[in-house]
């Protein structure tokens, strides 16, 4: 009976569990039932709180039971083993300073003291920086920018303090339309010209580990800033005086535009590209027209009513020295005057002139005017245009003897040519009408001077 | 038969030999042979943004000025980081670190302290085990005359110790700059 009574137990006892192990089950959603997906994501944040860091782990799936599941860290630890997270809510939570920071740890998830699922994670390498504050934003009027300003807890730690920043800004119309700019420091200038006038804009900021040995992910963004940009007119405002300048600088250069096109032709023109000169037209200008009725002309054809006489050369005469040793003549009497002046008009005049030139004479050259012969002679009075009118001679030349006359009645002193050129004597020589006069008077000396009877040459007789 | 017992008793003399005498001179030698590390931080980012970090720490947190004596230790004076010797040194430089856990100056002290000390074993993965010689210990055994000479000792050796940590921390960073420098310029 015992043995029968043991043989029944135990076979009831081998019924009872294979039908347990073929997946017989009271509860019928126990087969169809999926795994729960214990996956999770961990971050750290180094020297939260002075030099403690801290780990923070999540489920990814919000609706797993978490009731009894524990997290658990191994490895990579200061003194210990292993160290197991805390539950907060639905995160899973723990604040040491018993990270290594050098090589990796394991996280798992564990159920009592079975473990679900473990990743191999490494502290650095999944940091998340603490969110940058005190945003500002300052307009610069100077500088036509507005500069972002900001701080951040991670410059007073020893680990991790070099971060990249994201600056996101928007108009707080335009609803997603964030700019971003990236920056390693705290500064940012953002231009007036690049930003709508008059708008409303919206800044944050938010950080991340700059990759170099510590990684991870952004930080939470800092509070908003909300600021207006400046109202523009138009184009701008103008500084006033620099508007009055540019008025009058452009009333100025049409001014000077309208005057250049009238005063082209008769005045600028003259001056920035005069014409050339003609010779003869010139000393027509330049010479003092005489008074009446007389025909200053290099037209040979205005001279052929005159006879020209011939100058074949000139002569030096030594006695010209002796004269100014005070051999002067003694004056002359009236009638001899008018015999001189009626012997001169007596003469073949106009048939007859003489044709002088202004001279000079050596400083003790005598000088002595002859009657009948007309001479070089002191001719102060020379007529500064010798008229080739013939008709009127005779007033003109009685001033040239005049001048003549009244040389031998002065004194030493007053004879004395103004000019240092050497006594000359001109040899006069009936010319026929017709011919050009050819005088070259030539000296000794060279002239400083050209006369004007070396303007023709005299043709060949 | 007198010939055949007397061959058998040379072969036990011989193999008695090779079992219980080779064997012990091996296990002599084998220290000498083996202690394999590889330096895995050779880029130099654990040592700049860690180690060099709790370095610079504990020399902050010491401030005994220059008036250490000029003498070196017994223990710099049997390691130094040779040629090709680095490893070993550095490995049991870290190993004597944590002797000085004993000292307890301050919680932060002994956080970087354990820093430098784990964290370098933990770069060099020795495979092999270097036995060290238990220090010394000073006047264990010789009676306490009285509290202020004791006092004073401790002074002294807690003056001396920190001296020596100093010169330890200096040979350290010096050993890891020369592996670094090895690196960059095979």
Known sequence: MTILGTAFGMAFYLLHS????????????????????YSFSCYSQLE????????????????????????????????????????????????????????????CVKLGQKSITCKIMNIVKIVKPEPPFDLRVVYREGANDFLVTFNTSHLKKIYVKDLLHDVAYRQEKNENNWMNVNLSSTKLALLQRKLQSGAMYEVKVRSIPDGNYFEGYWSAWSPSYHFRTPETNGTGKMDPVLQTVSILSFFSVALLVILTCVLWK??????????????????????????????????????????????????????????????????????????????VQGTSWPSEHAVLTPETFRGDSPLRCLPGNVRACNIHELPSSRSPNCRDDGKNWSRVYQ?????????????LPPFPFQSEIVTLNPVPQGQPILTSLGSSQEEAYVTMSSFSKISEL | MITLAYSYLMLDLVSFRYIFGIPPLILVLLPAASSDCDIEGRKGNEYEKVLMISINRLDNVIEIGS???????????????????????????????????????????????????????????CTGKVKERKAPSQGEGQPIKNLEENKLLKEQKKWNDLCFLRRLLEKMKTCWNKILRGAKDP
């Not at chain 1, 100058?311 to 040793?325: H, M, P, S, T």
Request: aromatic letters at 6%; proline letters at 5%; glycine letters at 6%.
């Open chain 1, 18 to 37: 294979v039908s347990g192990e073929s997946g017989y089950a009271q509860n019928g959603d126990l087969e169809d039932a999926e795994p729960d997906d």
């Open chain 1, 48 to 107: 939260v709180n002075g030099s403690q860091h801290s780990l923070t782990c999540a489920l990814d799936d919000p609706d797993v039971n978490s009731t009894n599941l524990e997290f658990e860290i191994c490895g990579a630890l200061l003194e210990v083993n292993c160290l197991n997270l805390n539950k907060l809510q639905d995160m899973y939570f723990i604040r040491t300073k018993k990270f290594l920071l050098i090589g990796d740890s394991e996280i």
């Open chain 1, 266 to 343: 008769k005045r600028i023109k003259p001056i920035v590209w005069p014409n050339l000169p003609d010779h003869k037209k010139t000393l027509e200008q330049l010479c003092k027209k005489p008074k009446k009725n007389l025909n200053v002309s290099f037209n040979p054809e205005s001279f052929l009513d005159c006879q020209i006489h011939k100058v074949d050369g000139i002569q030096a005469r030594d006695e010209v020295e002796n004269f100014l040793q005070g051999t002067f003549p003694p004056p002359l009497e009236e009638s001899e005057k008018q015999k001189l002046v009626g012997g």
């Open chain 1, 403 to 415: 001048g003549l006359l009244l040389s031998p009645g002065t004194t030493n002193g007053a004879l």
């Open chain 2, 67 to 125: 008036n250490c004596p000029t003498n070196e230790s017994n223990f710099l004076k049997k390691h130094s980081c040779d040629d090709n010797k680095e490893a070993m040194f550095l490995y049991r430089a870290a190993r004597k670190l944590k002797q000085f856990l004993k000292m307890n100056i301050s919680e932060d002290f002994n956080l970087h302290l354990l820093i430098v000390s784990e964290g370098t074993l933990k770069l060099l993965n």
